[in-house]
Nanobody, 118 residues
Framework: QEALAESGGGFVQPGGSLRLSCVAS????????MRWYRQAPGKERELVAS???????NYADSVKGRFTISRDDSKKTAYLQMNSLKPEDTAVYYC????????????WGQGTQVTVSS
């Protein structure tokens, strides 16, 4: 059964860094667009970053220059390197795998909490 498992969240002070990982239990990882979303308390879920199998990346304006999304297809894993963290980055971060190749596949992880506070 397909599934995504996130890890790497935690508590960090402003200016600190964290690296999130998302391991995908899917047959063919390369057909998926990998995305990271986040949802802060009382707010809607927002797209943070995405990466295609070609390596093309996109970022929300609020994280450009601070966050880096990457993927290792040999490990079926996506990453989100978060630097210069701010209190407003506090949220539950979710990994998403989406593909329309041969059907529609849309998988979500369980989420990992990131808290930035002094």
């Amino acid at each position: 059964q397909e599934a995504l498992a996130e890890s790497g969240g935690g508590f960090v002070q402003p200016g600190g860094s964290l690296r999130l990982s998302c391991v995908a239990s899917v047959r063919i990882f390369g057909i998926f667009i990998m995305r990271w979303y986040r949802q802060a308390p009382g707010k809607e879920r927002e797209l943070v970053a995405s990466i295609l199998h070609t390596g093309t990346r996109n970022y929300a304006d609020s994280v450009k220059g601070r966050f880096t999304i990457s993927r290792d297809d040999s490990k079926k894993t996506a990453y989100l390197q978060m630097n210069s963290l701010k209190p407003e980055d506090t949220a539950v971060y979710y990994c998403n795998a989406f593909s329309s190749y041969g059907g529609t596949f849309d998988f979500w992880g369980q989420g990992t909490q990131v808290t930035v506070s002094s």
